[in-house]
């Protein structure tokens, strides 16, 4: 049996005629290009966009742990082997700092590869417990401080000795500490700064106690001036005075030890007091965000297998915040990520909606070429083969373009982000085509009963209706996400791609919904409008209003330029609220225009008094505040020790500089005017409820009893952290503390230049300008990368709005036209016949101009929320909706003047039209 009989031949597979491709593609050339245009564009934008985004977040990982500093470290700590003496006593170990190179590189070797690889070399410090300086000065502290590192100990080939010369052992290499011997001597270098500070010079005596009281026996071998190394900041205080470290009004000190006095410094306090640390400080040239994932959780698991702090033995024991900071940029960059997105899915809406419109205008261009071909024979198989072959080979080119053009400008591409795009670009030109020859070649007759054709009617109204309810649904699901789900995806990851691919397009959503509320109200107001101008004399309004009525039903034109206007809107009013909050942020951050810290060099807090005078005399300085702002200070609550930032103010002065900036007022400032019953009246304010009005507190002094407060209010944010306590500095001089200020804002047009004048001048303090810390946010790799991606997006949509304007009316302008030449010959003149044509086009563009806008602060104003802007802008609460008013007139007058434009170019291309064609047309 021959193979034919089993494998029949496929008659019904479409057979293509090329001629009439190609003789279509030629006569359509103009709306062909214009459609591959839009999609190589939009292609462009959609897969340029999430690469440079994740470039960008690679740069904001970088970024966020160079600002993060020493918080970023990874430490390890380890007690150290017994010293007892076999008779009794402590041996003094000799090779002590050999022990500390060991433990230092026993820390490297306990890193995983991935981790070490991501971290610099390992530093070794050893500190010993804070002492007291007792020369009856100002409260200050002194610790002893040994530091090294692959290179060695700090005290050599890291300092020049101005005088005296690096500390050597105390004894002989090997001897035996008696239990109750007298205290034991130790070699120490000095900074020149902090010998300036305590007025001693080499071989003298540091006089020191320590906790409980004992007399140590500490003294200068040699003054050095250290290099410009950064390993100091590991111990600041070598090099200079620091304020705070061990509690509110002290300035501690260091003494630098070598390998020589290490062993004597070991034996000078009790065997378990001197604490051994390794930093390991991280990369931020090698840390990605991928990286920083695995990084973060290498951490964790160092810290879940870290031995017990309480432990006394050389169990490796790590801690590091180097995991929270990850995580914290790590949730920035999920946030601008998904703001992106959001963004994306508007462009992407818009385009498809134009792409439909274009689709259907090819269409209306080709209805009497497609019907004349199915007349002709042509199956409708074939028909749509020949449109798809045309439309895809055109999506794929345009498509092609865009990607290669993104590829050469970024690292790589999305290219599914553009399948929404392609596919439409791809398939509604055939699909609009298909159905057209269809209805043109139908044998279907009009039904002659009147409640046949209502029943057709009501069938194709409740298509059109179960249509719009289903977008109504979705739009109502998305928005019901966003806000049950956030835009953030969750820590645990219960939803990633489709998940939440619906809470990124409930803005789009919702403005297609909106969209077709206004489509619905159009004809009703028309026909009302149209009745209005039945009664009146003018034939223009009458002219007008009817064709605008007879062509209100077209729902593409009014889908597209609504959406476009209001994504457009939505845009702006995005980059407007997070440029705003950025700006908010910063006042918080800084809390006036202008603040300068002040050193801890004993020298420049004599001076401070000359300094508020100073700036007050500045031109354009209007408020002067100083302050003593402590971060991490010890408060306890009665039930735990509280670390929060210490604010010591005139709280009068500091409330008057509030209501002067846009920050919250404080009202509640006025209650720490005076204390009652001993306490001294204090502000809290507690991210975990620790801190809460009403709660009694102390403030811990050394050598002397701890201040009692009291909680009579909430305080006001003082920069960005969590946890504040506020105090009236004449309070708490009253109850034996004097403010020592190392805080000092500034107000008024004058102030950034005042304080600027001030670091020129010499003074020893750090300026924070208000406006450079704005700049600084706004130009941050994720913040301004969305700021430009917000406005690309309206750019882009703006774009595609007066596009669809344009093909609209280009759908409509044979009709159109082609009845008002029919009036020409009536006597209608030429700019009678402009006035008609932009009668008929204004009342869609009129909705879109007013109506786009106002429903793109409707979706702004219902998702902005849930959005996340202040993990971008860097605030506790969600930045406030702000209007941009300037671009939404942009937007609607755009629209308006476009129909300026397209009313006279139409008239020019028509006017050389015969009248016998315009009588001939269609009769």
């Not at 007349?375 to 794929?396: H, I, T």
């Amino acid at each position: 049996m021959s193979p034919a009989r089993w494998f029949p031949r496929l008659h019904w597979f479409p057979r293509l005629h090329w001629p009439s491709v190609r003789g279509r593609a030629r006569a359509d050339a103009g709306p062909l290009l214009l459609a591959a245009v839009v999609v190589a564009v939009v292609t462009l934008l959609s897969t340029a966009a999430p690469p440079l985004l994740r470039t960008t977040a690679d740069d904001a990982v970088r970024e966020a742990i160079a600002r993060a500093g020493d918080s970023a470290d990874v430490l390890v700590h380890a007690g150290w082997l017994p010293d007892d003496a076999p008779g009794g006593g402590r041996d003094r170990t000799p090779d002590l700092a050999e022990d500390v190179d060991a433990f230092r590189r026993r820390a490297s070797s306990a890193l995983d590869p991935g981790l070490r690889a991501a971290l610099g070399p390992p530093s070794a410090i050893v500190t010993s417990p804070s002492l007291r300086v007792t020369d009856g000065s100002v409260l200050r502290t002194f610790q002893l401080t040994y530091l090294a590192d692959d290179r060695g100990p700090f005290s050599a080939g890291r300092v020049t000795w101005v005088a005296g010369g690096p500390p050597g052992p105390s004894v002989a290499r090997e001897a035996t500490s008696p239990y109750d011997g007298p205290p034991w001597s130790v070699h120490i270098g000095l900074s020149e700064v902090d010998a300036t500070a305590l007025a001693v010079r080499p071989g003298d005596r540091i006089p020191l106690v320590d906790e409980r009281k004992r007399v140590m026996n500490v003294v200068i071998s040699g003054v050095f001036r250290p290099d410009d190394d950064p390993g100091w900041r590991l111990a600041p205080w070598l090099v200079h005075p620091v304020s705070g470290s061990d509690g509110i009004g002290t300035t501690r000190l260091g003494g630098l030890l070598s390998p020589d006095s290490l062993p004597d410094a070991r034996l000078a306090f009790e065997s378990d007091e001197l604490v051994r640390t390794v930093r390991f400080a991280p990369r931020p040239d090698v840390l990605t965000v991928d990286r920083g994932e695995a990084v973060a959780e290498s951490v964790v698991a160092l810290k879940v297998r870290s031995g017990s702090s309480a432990a006394r033995d050389d169990v490796l024991k790590w801690e590091s915040r180097l995991d929270v900071e990850l995580r914290a940029v790590r949730a920035r960059v999920d946030a601008a990520s998904a703001q992106a997105s959001v963004l994306l899915v508007a462009v992407l809406a818009g385009a498809v909606l134009v792409l439909l419109l274009a689709a259907d205008l090819l269409v209306r261009r080709r209805a009497r070429a497609l019907t004349t071909a199915r007349q002709r024979g042509a199956g409708l198989p074939d028909l749509g083969a020949e449109l798809l072959v045309e439309s895809v080979l055109l999506a794929v080119l345009a498509a092609g373009v865009g990607v290669a053009v993104a590829r050469a400008v970024t690292p790589g591409v999305s290219w599914w982000w553009a399948l929404p795009v392609v596919v439409a670009a791809a398939f509604a030109g055939p699909g609009f085509g298909t159905l057209a020859a269809a209805r043109a070649t139908s044998d279907r007759r009009a039904p002659a009963n009147r409640s046949a054709r209502r029943f057709l009617r009501h069938t194709a109204d409740l298509r059109r209706a179960a249509v719009e309810i289903a977008v109504a649904v979705a739009a109502a699901t998305a928005v019901v996400a966003l806000h049950q789900r956030g835009i953030l995806p969750p820590a645990d990851g219960s939803f990633s791609g489709g998940g939440a691919a619906l809470p990124a397009s409930a803005p789009a959503l919702g403005v297609i919904a909106g969209a077709l509320v206004l489509l619905r109200l159009l004809p009703a107001t028309l026909g009302l409008a149209l009745r209005r101008a039945l009664r009146s004399r003018g034939p223009l309004a009458l002219v007008g209003t009817a064709r605008a009525a007879a062509t209100a039903g077209r729902a593409l034109p009014v889908l597209a330029m609504v959406s476009a206007a209001a994504l457009a809107a939505f845009a702006l009013t995005l980059d407007a609220t997070a440029d705003r909050g950025v700006a908010d942020g910063a006042w918080r951050t800084v809390g006036a225009d202008a603040r300068l810290d002040l050193s801890a060099d004993p020298a420049a807090q004599v001076s401070t008094v000359d300094l508020v005078r100073r700036l007050t005399a500045a031109p354009g300085v209007r408020q002067v505040v100083p302050a003593q702002v402590t971060d991490g200070a010890r408060v306890l609550t009665g039930e735990t020790l509280a670390t929060p930032r210490l604010v010591v103010v005139d709280a009068a002065a500091f409330q008057r500089l509030l209501a002067s900036t846009p920050l919250p007022d404080a009202p509640q400032l006025s209650r720490l005017a005076s204390g009652t019953g001993g306490e001294v009246p204090a502000l809290v304010r507690s991210g975990d409820g620790t801190l809460r009005t009403g709660m009694r507190l102390e403030l811990p002094r050394d050598g002397a009893d701890p201040v009692p407060l009291r909680a009579v209010g909430t305080a006001p944010y003082v920069g960005d952290v969590p946890d504040v306590v506020i105090v009236d500095a004449a309070a708490l001089a009253a109850a034996g503390v004097d403010m020592v200020p190392d805080t000092v804002w500034l107000r008024g047009p004058g102030a950034d230049a005042a304080a600027r004048a001030e670091d020129a001048a010499g003074t020893a303090a750090d300026v924070v300008s208000r406006a450079a810390v704005a700049h600084d946010r706004r130009t941050a790799p994720l913040t301004a990368g969305l700021l430009r991606l917000a406005l690309v997006t309206a750019a882009v949509l703006l774009t595609l709005g007066l596009l669809a304007l344009c093909l609209g009316a280009a759908a409509g302008a044979p009709e159109r036209w082609q009845t008002l030449s029919r009036l020409r010959t009536l006597g209608l003149r030429q700019r009678d016949t402009r006035r008609v044509a932009a009668g008929e086009l204004l009342p869609p563009v009129v909705v879109a101009a007013v109506g786009g806008p106002l429903l793109g602060l409707l979706l702004a104003a219902a998702t902005f929320g849930p959005l996340s802007l202040l993990v971008l802008t860097g605030q506790t609460d969600d930045p406030p909706l702000v209007v941009p008013w300037w671009g939404l007139g942009v937007v609607a007058v755009a629209l308006l003047a476009a129909v300026a434009v397209v009313v006279p170019v139409e008239a020019a291309l028509r006017r050389r039209r015969l009248l016998g064609e315009v009588l001939r047309a269609g009769g």
